[in-house]
């Protein structure tokens, strides 16, 4: 990924959805810009006009965390957004060179421990998956291979939600809020990119789905972030119906850059009664492992 561009374009992106009345300021009659002009943004953010159009030209090389703190402030920045901000610029300036994983650059996948995976194994009452940022399903329990059956059972996939979401047309099934999942898969892609600008493997992915998908691309033009955290969401399974989820995402703190979605219904709603249905149908089938794992 190119840091530069990404900074100059989530900085023009950002200031271009805080209006002047959101910022404190006189509407005006003249503006040729959306949001804010370079000049507002400085004066408000107590800097001038040549360093923030210099920061927003992509050069967070050096910005001060005083800076970049005033920059999220005037911006109005969220968690997540304030949070790619400050990836930005440690990306720009090196200063992550230490915690980065050192498989940045290859695109092979990677391998959990066996420890994870009877982890996961253990979790009977709702699907669980181990992903990393690129959203490649690196491990899951049974009942999520069940879960995800559609996504599995296409090579073309390649076991990636975001390829799933983007181009396979059992997605707009599965999804029943397809354009609010679409929008999700995106907002963090974008803030992985943030995270690490020298995975090869994203570079790859956001290229395809580019080239193949005009959805995927006016999404991630729109340069927005999102932590996939915690949350309730809607599906269609083909082989019991509507379900209705509340997830939980975690870090793995022993894994940096993987994170375990964990999967649960509402006690005694009939989408307990779905998963437990599916957990039925899943036992009556043999699934084979989709993960290698480590010996550590």
């Keep these: ?142 009942l999520a291979r069940a879960f995800y059956t559609d996504l599995f059972a296409n090579p073309a996939n390649q076991r990636n939600l975001a390829h799933f979401q983007f181009l396979d047309p059992a997605s707009r099934r599965f999804y029943p809020d397809w354009d609010l999942f679409a929008d999700m898969a995106v907002a963090m892609l974008h803030a992985q990119a943030g995270r690490n600008p020298y995975d090869k493997g994203l570079h790859d992915l956001v290229g395809e789905l580019s080239t193949r998908s005009e959805e995927f691309r006016t999404r991630w033009g729109a340069h927005n972030v999102r932590r996939h955290g915690t949350g309730t969401k809607r599906f269609h399974h083909p082989a ?11 870090d793995l703190a022993a894994d940096p850059g993987l994170h375990m979605t964990v999967y649960a219904a509402e006690p005694g709603s009939p989408s307990e009664e779905g998963l437990r249905l599916l957990a039925s149908l899943a036992a009556t089938e043999e699934i084979s492992p989709d993960v290698q794992h480590t010996t550590g």
């Design 1 to 142: 990924m190119d840091n530069r561009e990404e900074v100059r374009e989530f900085l023009t992106s950002r200031r271009a959805k805080i209006s002047p009345e959101q910022a404190g300021l006189p509407a005006g009659s003249r503006r040729r810009v959306p949001g804010l002009r370079r000049s507002e943004v400085a004066a408000l953010a107590d800097m001038s006009v040549e360093y923030y159009a210099k920061l927003e030209r992509g050069n967070l090389a050096g910005a001060s965390p005083a800076v970049l703190e005033a920059v999220a402030r005037v911006l109005q920045l969220d968690d997540a957004e304030r949070a790619h901000l400050l990836n930005l610029a440690h990306a720009a300036d090196g200063t992550d060179a230490l915690t980065r994983p050192r498989r940045r650059h290859t695109k092979a996948r990677q391998q959990i421990h066996r420890s994870l995976q009877w982890t996961l194994d253990a979790i009977t009452a709702g699907p669980a998956v181990v992903c990393n940022g690129r959203m490649d399903i690196l491990s899951s329990n049974p």
């Design 240 to 250: 019991v119906g509507e379900l209705t989820l509340a997830y939980e995402s975690l």
